[in-house]
């Protein structure tokens, strides 16, 4: 069993920065990918980036040059640095590690934007 757990969340206006971060614990077993996906209101739950044990990294189009993922294997944490924010940044961002084990999730973390 992997528990995730988020931090970093909150309010912001538009322009500010925030960096969530991601703590998993439990038995971990051979983690490949972490990323942050993030679900607005009544809205799907949607791919925000994603990184590789490696280091390689993919990005939602919209986030692009204003987000950055980063990982440290040794302590299993996953951070995402996020800038110029936009009212459409809001959301809960989730935390998800997939592995040998499986999926899993964080219970997320409220970010929002105002205007």
């Known amino acids: 069993q992997v528990q995730l757990v988020e931090s970093g969340g909150g309010l912001v206006q538009t322009g500010g920065s925030l960096r969530l971060s991601c703590a998993a614990s439990g038995t971990i077993v051979g983690i490949n990918n972490m990323g942050w996906y993030r679900q607005a209101p009544v809205k799907e739950r949607n791919l925000v980036a994603v990184?590789?044990?490696?280091?390689?990294?993919d990005y939602a189009d919209s986030v692009k040059g204003r987000f950055t993922i980063s990982r440290d294997n040794a302590k299993n944490t996953v951070s995402l640095q996020m800038a110029s924010l936009k009212p459409e940044d809001t959301g809960v961002y989730y935390c998800?590690?997939?592995?040998?084990?499986?999926?899993?999730w964080g219970q997320g973390t409220q970010v929002t934007v105002s205007s």
């Open positions: 998800k590690a997939t592995g040998l084990g499986g999926a899993y």
């Open positions: 990184i590789t044990t490696g280091g390689r990294t």
